[in-house]
């Protein structure tokens, strides 16, 4: 059930309980003072002030006072009623302000003691006065005194009507508290969705457009020294990069769900759009998604990398499958050709995201200098 549904169970409950002894109290006064002229009241002289005080007390909001003012207000209702029992119990209706008494008490004093023991001395009041009346006016038609002794009984039904309603304000309670928890887990979800998806868009983004670059930079290079079908070779592998980026970066706005290639397949290939070496050691076996995943972006990242910061550099790519693991190298010689320096220089956020994506998935990545200068990026991973 949704809270918004407990809140719909809940409210007509509420509104019930509210107007039940109300609506009684209502009754008893009115039919009382009806009935009243028409009916033989014992010690009218008594019972009408008696009657008075009673229906004041009904009435009154003994709610909005403290506690212990609550319980002396609610004491007073229950003696009055009870005095108010035989005096007037010929008018029929007189006889419920001692048990409308009892029920509020129940219901709305705090302490169960100080409620049953409301109850308890109306109880006692109502069959004392009950036996004095019969002693004093034996004529008059009276309840024995021992049934006059039931008017504490509503009591246990006010403290149980209670018990409902806080039972029932403690599951709405809860089920607010579980919806906001469920709200407050689905926004972290998202935010970490949101991180992973910019992370992949940065590791496509920045392989593709440093390759693409790269590429056009070689055709300009190749076009100033004459060698235009070189040139012009190196702009449609800028171009094939540039294709295979839209389709990745789509892949990665939905966030790469969908099954993927086996690992060796993409690696190959990425190193074919790169002229990198690319070898395979030890048995190939079945890869899973994130691992996979994980591979070909800290493969980009490091080609990218080795492509800014060690321009011409022989670059090679290793796979291994060790037991559970798989093992991802990539390295990279010194730099052979001049820094392009519209491509060098980056935030870090590649190999800030290569570790943290490493992390999650309880693998290892270590990125070193090269003892011959280069660079080296080992990434393990559990399959």
Sequence with gaps: MTTKEQHAVGRPERFRDALLGPFLVFVAIAATIVQWPYTRIVFPQVALPLFILTSV?????????????????????MVLGSL????????????????????????????????????????????????LVELLSPTTSQWPWWVALTVGLPVYIGMSNRDRLEALHSAQHAAEEAHRAKAS??????????????????????HSLSAIALQLDMADALHDSG??????????????LAVDSISETRRAVQALREDTRPLPDILRQLAEHDVVDFAITGGAREVGAEATHTMVRA????????????????????????????????????????????LAGGTGIGLAGMRERTALLGGTLRAEPAPDGGWTVELELPR
């Design 227 to 240: 060698r235009e079908d070189e040139a012009t070779a190196a702009v449609r592998r800028a171009r094939a």
């Design 57 to 77: 007390a009904a009435v009154f909001p003994w709610t909005r006072l403290s506690s212990r003012r609550q319980l002396a207000g609610m004491t007073a209702y």
């Design 299 to 342: 493969a980009q990242e490091a080609l990218t990398n080795a492509a800014k910061y060690a321009p011409g550099a022989r670059r090679s790519m290793r796979l291994a499958f060790t037991g559970d693991h798989v093992t991802l190298t990539v390295r990279n010689g010194p730099a052979t050709e001049h820094q392009h320096t519209d």
């Design 84 to 131: 108010l029992l035989p005096l007037a119990h010929a008018t029929t209706t007189a006889s419920l302000f001692p048990f409308v008494a009892a029920a509020a008490a129940g219901g709305k004093l705090g302490s169960r003691k100080a409620a049953i023991g409301v109850a308890v001395a109306g109880a006692v009041v109502a069959a004392g006065t009950t036996w």
């Design 185 to 206: 887990e689905a926004r972290e979800a998202a935010l970490v969705e949101r991180g992973r998806i910019a992370r992949e868009i940065h590791d496509v983004l920045g």
